[in-house]
């Protein structure tokens, strides 16, 4: 049972990381696009437009995406095709609703927004215009939600690849033509393809042709609010957190600084969070199947921490080794500041792996009030730790910020899910955490020695190595890598 659980996590991360890695050499092209024509204060722009309609539909899209995704889960888990298909009725009236709102809140307000955001009226219309992209990406997030629950994870990769391809092939004529023109036109396009490819492959699943009558509806939209007000919330304190930072960069440190931040922050959240989109797409709609079954609940959060490990451990330490390499080629040179930035962010990212699957059990759970307390934490302790390090360490500070932030939450979600499910580490998982947390320590360490240019790449090819080979051994035990191997080359000699 445990080998097949551990094949089904590898099976879905596998099929989702694909996708995702096709997406990111998409973005990757098309922010190296930006970074050559429009410059970092491009970037910086973009970002902060980004960044402040992500905050609109935080706050407008009541938390639809996570919420929908166990109500139908659970529902599709239970058998019960009839509820199933009253969710998705109620759901797909809730994100239109939502997604006018924060269109309208978006484009009335569009004035205030661009003095809060830039201080000026340059840009209001360009919030004008991109008020649009909330309502759009609601309707996205609510078609999504449906083919999650159902745990259509090929359709879901599928929709992924497609938008990514087709995101950049619009994108390149676009930035080419219009240059320093093209920034409302680049973040729309993303929300136009992504709504025709999700309302495609959503369509495609047969719903129960019952009535769905008033007091169906109002029960569902309760429970689906319920909780999505939660994570809405939770979602609306990181995003504004994470906002305030960038708000803060541009103020102190000018508006290049927050495009070199930006460019920082995309390096090591688009990139290394693959890692965690890849596995939350089966993760979650799988944990909320079991929320009756706490041994369950426990076994599988083991099971996706030892994953998510093995191959995010020497992902941050190939990332960490080649930032001096990727950030130039992937932007310009005018990146590099971005590095000792990066350095912290990923170790941070490294903190964030070893609790993620731990705060899906609150979501699952049901436990809204917990999780908004502490997602507000997370997303508020950011940027408190960053206003006290800014001034002393520039960039760098909000890197150890980050880091410093995902200590606290480490420990606050560990003893929550203890409580709430009796979780405990098990003892690979221990190993794995101490294992990947002090090499990847002393790595940093390293790295910021004054050493010589050929000793510094030996030490960086002994890390990557140790972290490679370490992680290949520890799967080998887990999957049997070897009878993997050999049966795909006897699929090979079969062929010929």
């Known amino acids: 049972m445990q080998s097949s659980s551990y094949k089904q996590i590898i099976k879905s991360s596998g099929i989702a990381g694909l996708a995702q890695g096709i997406d990111i050499f998409s973005r990757l092209l098309r922010t190296k696009l930006v970074a050559l024509w ?44 009839q509820k199933v298909g009253e969710v998705i009725t109620t759901l797909r009236w809730l994100v239109w609703v939502t997604g006018v709102f924060g269109m309208a809140f978006c484009f009335l307000f569009a004035g205030s927004l661009s003095h809060w955001a830039f201080g000026n009226d340059d840009y ?29 994870l090929k359709w879901l990769a599928k929709i992924q690849v497609g938008v990514g391809l087709v995101s950049v092939l619009l994108a390149i004529p676009i930035t080419y033509w219009l240059r320093e023109n093209a920034i409302i036109p680049l973040i729309a396009i993303t929300y136009v393809v992504t709504l025709g490819f999700t309302f495609f492959y959503a369509r495609k699943i047969p719903l129960s042709k019952g009535t769905l009558t008033l007091d169906e509806g109002k029960k569902h939209s309760i429970e689906m609010i319920s909780l999505g007000f939660s994570t809405m919330l939770s979602g609306l304190f990181v995003t504004a957190g994470l906002y305030g930072v960038r708000l803060l960069v541009s103020n102190q440190l000018g508006i290049v600084s927050a495009g070199i931040y930006q460019a920082g922050w995309a390096f090591s959240m688009l990139y290394l969070q693959m890692l965690f989109q890849a596995m939350s797409k089966d993760y979650f709609p799988h944990l909320s199947g079991l929320v009756k079954d706490h041994k369950a609940m426990v076994a599988l959060c083991n099971q996706q921490l030892h994953i998510a490990i093995l191959v ?6 190939f990332m960490i080794c080649f930032a001096d390499l990727l950030i130039p080629l992937l932007y310009s040179s005018e990146f590099l500041p971005a590095i000792p930035l990066f350095q912290w962010l990923a170790f941070g990212t490294l903190l964030k792996l070893f609790v993620w699957p731990l705060a899906f059990v609150l979501l699952a759970k049901k436990q809204s009030v917990t999780y908004l307390i502490t997602e507000a934490c997370a997303g508020l302790g950011g940027l408190v730790f960053a206003c006290f390090l800014l001034g002393d360490y520039g960039l760098k500070g909000v890197g150890i910020a980050y880091f410093l932030n995902y200590v606290v939450y480490n420990i606050i979600i560990y003893f929550i899910v203890n409580r709430s499910i009796q979780f405990q580490f098990d003892s690979f998982s221990i190993k794995l955490i101490l294992l990947s947390f002090s090499i990847t320590a002393l790595f940093l360490v390293g790295m910021n020695l004054e050493i010589s240019i050929w000793l510094y790449w030996v030490m960086k090819l002994i890390f990557l190595t140790f972290s490679v080979v370490f992680s290949l051994f520890e799967f080998n035990k887990i999957i049997n890598l070897k009878e993997k191997l050999n049966q795909v080359v006897g699929r090979f000699k079969k062929k010929d």
């Open 38 to 81: 429009l410059g970092a204060s491009g970037i910086g722009v973009m970002g902060i437009l980004q960044s402040t309609i992500e905050l609109i539909s935080s706050f407008s899209g009541l938390g639809l995406g996570s919420s929908a995704i166990r109500s139908v889960a659970v529902s599709v888990a239970n058998g019960n095709e």
């Open 124 to 152: 209001v219309i360009h919030f004008h215009v991109l008020s649009a992209t909330i309502l759009l990406s609601q309707i996205s997030v609510g078609q999504r939600a449906i083919i999650q629950g159902y745990r259509r």
């Open 312 to 317: 995010g451990f020497p992902l941050i330490i």
